[in-house]
């Protein structure tokens, strides 16, 4: 995984780690997430389930004021082995496969590589991605849905 953060850097995800809970989060990286509201967390996560993950980074753009990301089905060069990768240049996801569109983990975690590079705040990221991923899920799992 590439933590580098220039211009042409990309961020990458090779595994889809378990949907587990993370208690307590209140900052991720420097966000205030549980400034979030729950129903807003779960109707993201309801979004990319029903095959509408377009829509739910449009609406994460909206909520943290920045630019939403483009979104696109098969992995650039160089990154052949992983599920999803965040290339700054571009500042477009890439999944590998269309069945990446439906997945809230993957799709929230290369958010925040979003979020986290056009904030200028890139380090110490992959561990703060997954929390950031793993909070939305919870939302939706703890019957928070919209």
Do not use: Q
Not at 31 to 38: K, N, Q
Not at 76 to 101: F, M, N, Q, R, W
């Amino acid at each position: 995984m590439s933590r580098n953060p220039r211009k042409g850097s990309s961020y990458t995800h090779n595994r889809l780690i378990p949907y587990y809970g993370v208690a307590g989060i209140r900052h991720i990286g420097g966000y205030l997430v549980s400034g979030v509201g729950g129903r807003f967390k779960a109707g993201i996560v309801h979004l990319i389930l029903t095959h509408d993950a377009e829509k739910a980074l449009s609406s994460l753009a909206e909520k943290y004021n920045v630019d939403a990301p483009r979104l696109r089905v098969g992995i650039p060069k160089g990154h052949v082995t992983v599920s999803g990768c965040y290339v700054l240049e571009k500042e477009t996801i890439y999944v590998a496969t269309s069945d990446g569109l439906a997945d809230p983990f993957l799709i929230l975690h290369e958010f925040y590589h979003h979020l986290r590079s056009v904030s200028g705040r890139h380090l110490g990221t992959e561990r703060y991605a997954d929390k950031f991923a793993r909070e939305y899920i919870n939302e939706y799992r703890s019957g928070s849905n919209p």
